[in-house]
């Protein structure tokens, strides 16, 4: 367990826990304005990542086809709340996790019958391939810091809008007492369309920004979504503030885990022991976080105020 | 919903009674499945019999969960956890050679309760949409503790050596015996999550999903309830994995994976929670839908997905709150006012009695025009009634008007 290893490893933590935080960020936002639990969002996710290559083969240019998939998962995030998800607001819990569930089947398997089973890649464009050194010996990717630094700079722009726009304000207060904004004159349906559409489209960035470094494939979005649930419940539901630590906590833990519990499980158990328990404690070493946090805060760290 | 709940009879010593609607179409369903093992051999495939036991077990996975979502309004997004230790726990004592059912069932249902109160003490804590999450991350990790258990099979499962025996003797492996032995389970867990929803206690678990303050005024404590109720259903779904591991006589992490537990939601919203027929049915049609498509299609899923969506938008209640809709709406009709399409319906009606008292006093039938019309005119007439009654009050209204504007206008002719 060299240093360097865990600068590395430090940093791929970080980076997932910004990508967590993008596609985290919209769920937390439709689930605490909305009250509404979109299983979806992870096959939007995949289908930024499917529109980021698609456009790629038709440009040609990276910039321009992250552009064109932002706006086509736009898009498709306002179809989808148009054609389904608007007649579920206010419904039962469980409706909206039948039709989103159902929605995952489609998308999934469509995805499947559009593009195959293969999976895709996307190449790094010129300007962000190479590595930087980061100390001596020690070099990390180029994209990778883009990601980082592009996820900073959304999650940036997101606390700004949030905290000191009027939509942003509608979307806290909504997050509170929906019922009473609505009361106060504001269109809430209108308000419901802006957030889900934006939120899609976060997802869809997220899974923009990790075509070139993933394998695009169907059912990519099924792990980060688990995985962005676990987010938001830890961060307190409707918390942008809370989903950002969260997130960035469950990126690293759980990278950190991966390449280093069987090692710190050596200092106390036998060597064959760890090798065996190791991965399995990595794996789960985020849902134990959630527990803990559970049983500790049932509502989660920042619970958005005014809710139980 | 409670009054969704109308299907389960309240608890009342009063010995026989008739048969609620929810209990007599779980017999319909019950006695349709025990004639399945027929067809299947009238159809020489004894696929078919496998397709039914495998919606046999879920059927009771399905009950253990609706034990959860539809009394006790606990939605567990990790119910399928349970499938995979009860199959588990009886694969691992097997593959040490005590597969026999009186070791290798106990340890399934123990291994489930155990697990079950163990993360139901710390799950049963929150509510709403935490619940859904812990209970999913508990699932996780019972997935990931899985797929390390090397020596049983890590990420590829366990074969286990034989299916359970029973007193030494395979008598499993006999697929009519596994099936009827399923079903007779299922019937079993139908009638036991019946009286335990219809008991007090499922009634204070019912009670405290509509009103959980009002249930602590009158002095019940909701965790034990809940807890309670959380153990009995992970261990019924115990038994649902000791089964399907016997029936695949085979057991891997799959069994585990979320999506599975979403499965076991859906087949529980497909049927329609509320009642416990819904469940069952929700179990077949998902499995029969699946397994159909999966004929069709390779892609089956595009197809079974928009139905889900669709159920979800238009259908809300699933099957049984269709069916629950269509009594209604039967009975709805015998009160209703008279309409066209009813009068045609009803003389239609009338004229086939007619035609069947001719018959049997052997006369030829006359349906004659005017004999016809007369009826129309009759029903007409009827319906008409109250329509008629407010004209005539109108016209009145109207003449006495006419006849007092009439008279002024004399009166001022007169005075003038």
Redesign the interface.
């Known amino acids: 367990m060299s240093a360097s290893l865990f600068v590395v490893q430090l940093f791929n933590g970080l980076q997932l826990g910004i990508l967590l935080f993008l596609v985290a960020a919209g769920l937390t936002l439709v689930f605490g304005v909305m009250d509404f639990i979109n299983l979806a969002h992870g096959v939007q996710y995949m289908l930024g990542a499917y529109l980021a290559v698609m456009a790629y083969g038709f440009t040609g240019t990276f910039f321009l086809s992250v552009l064109l998939a932002l706006l086509a998962s736009l898009l498709f995030g306002l179809l989808l709340e148009l054609l389904v998800f608007r007649h579920l607001y206010g419904r039962d819990h469980l409706e909206q996790v039948l039709a989103t569930f159902g929605i995952i089947m489609l998308l999934n398997q469509g995805v499947k019958l559009l593009w195959g089973a293969a999976p895709l890649n996307m190449p790094i464009p010129d300007l962000l391939s190479g590595s930087v050194p980061l100390m001596d010996g020690l070099r990390y990717p180029v994209y990778r810091f883009a990601i980082i630094a592009t996820g900073v700079l959304v999650a940036a722009g997101l606390y700004l809008f949030v905290t000191s726009t009027r939509v942003g304000m509608l979307v806290r207060a909504g997050a509170t007492n929906a019922a009473m904004v609505s009361a106060l004159g504001v269109d809430i349906k209108r308000l419901f369309t802006v957030v889900f559409g934006f939120g899609a489209m976060l997802a869809g960035f997220a899974g923009v920004m990790v075509a070139p470094i993933l394998s695009v494939e169907p059912g990519m979005g099924d792990q980060i979504l688990i995985l962005a649930f676990v987010v938001i419940v830890i961060g307190g539901i409707g918390s942008i503030r809370g989903a950002f630590l969260a997130a960035v906590l469950v990126g690293v833990i759980d990278t950190l885990g991966r390449s280093f519990m069987t090692d710190v499980l050596r200092f106390v158990l036998a060597p064959t022991t760890a090798r065996v328990i190791g991965p399995a404690l990595a794996s789960m070493s985020i849902y134990l976080l959630m527990a803990v946090v559970l049983a500790i805060r049932p509502a989660g760290l920042f619970p958005a105020k005014g809710r139980a | 919903m409670p009054a969704a709940m109308r299907g389960i009879p309240a608890a009342s010593p009063s010995a026989p009674r008739a048969l609620s609607f929810d209990q007599r179409l779980a017999a319909g369903l019950f006695a349709l499945l025990a004639f399945l093992p027929l067809l299947s051999r009238s159809i020489a495939s004894s696929y078919l019999l496998l397709v039914g036991e495998r919606a046999v077990i879920f059927a009771i996975a399905a009950l253990s969960l609706e034990l959860l ?1 539809g009394a006790g309004g606990l ?1 567990s997004f990790g119910h399928a956890a349970f499938l995979g230790i009860g199959a588990y726990a009886a694969g691992i004592v097997a593959s040490h050679g005590l597969g026999t059912l009186c070791i290798a069932l106990p340890a399934a249902l123990t291994a489930s309760a155990v697990f079950a109160l163990a993360t139901g003490a ?1 799950a049963v ?6 619940f ?3 209970t ?3 699932a ?2 019972a997935f ?2 899985a ?2 258990l ?1 020596p049983y099979g890590g990420d590829d499962g366990l074969s286990w050596p034989t299916r359970t025996m029973v007193l030494g003797r395979h008598i499993l492996k006999d697929q009519l015996t596994f099936f009827y032995v399923c079903l007779a389970l299922l019937i079993a867990t139908y009638l036991g999550v019946g009286r335990l929803i219809a008991s007090r206690f499922g009634r204070v678990l019912r009670g405290l999903k509509d009103n959980e303050t009002r249930m602590q005024a009158i002095g019940f404590t909701p965790y034990l309830y809940r807890l309670t109720a959380y153990v009995i259903a992970g261990t019924l779904c115990g038994l649902a994995g000791f089964l399907l591991g016997n029936q695949a006589e085979f057991v891997s992490p799959a069994y585990m994976h ?2 599975r537990s ?1 499965e076991l ?2 087949m529980v ?2 049927g329609g ?1 509320g009642t416990l027929y819904g469940p069952m049915l929700g179990a077949l049609a998902f499995l029969l839908l699946e397994e159909a498509l999966s004929r069709l299609t390779e ?4 197809i ?6 669709l ?3 238009f259908a ?1 209640g699933g099957i049984a709150g269709a069916i629950a809709a269509c009594r209604r709406r039967r009975e709805a009709a015998a009160r209703a006012p008279l309409t066209l399409p009813r009068l045609v319906r009803h003389l239609l009606g009338a004229g086939l009695e007619r035609s069947r008292s001719c018959r049997r006093a052997g006369r030829r039938l006359f349906l004659r025009p005017a004999h016809l019309c007369k009826r129309v005119a009759e029903k007409a007439r009827a319906a008409c009634a109250p329509a008629k009654m407010a004209l005539g009050r109108g016209r009145q209204a109207l003449a006495s008007l006419a006849e007092r504007g009439l008279k002024t206008t004399v009166e001022r002719w007169w005075r003038r």
Not at chain 2, 125 to 130: A, K
Not at chain 2, 299 to 302: E, P, T, Y
Request: aromatic content about 12%; proline content about 2%.
């Open positions: 979502i939605v710390i804590r929150t509510r709403g949409v935490y859904i999450m812990i999913l991350a508990f996780q990790m990931f503790i797929t390390s090397a979320w999506q979403g939601i859906i919203l497909l929670t892609h089956w899923k595009v079974l997905g928009p139905a889900l969506v159920t979800a938008l809300s």
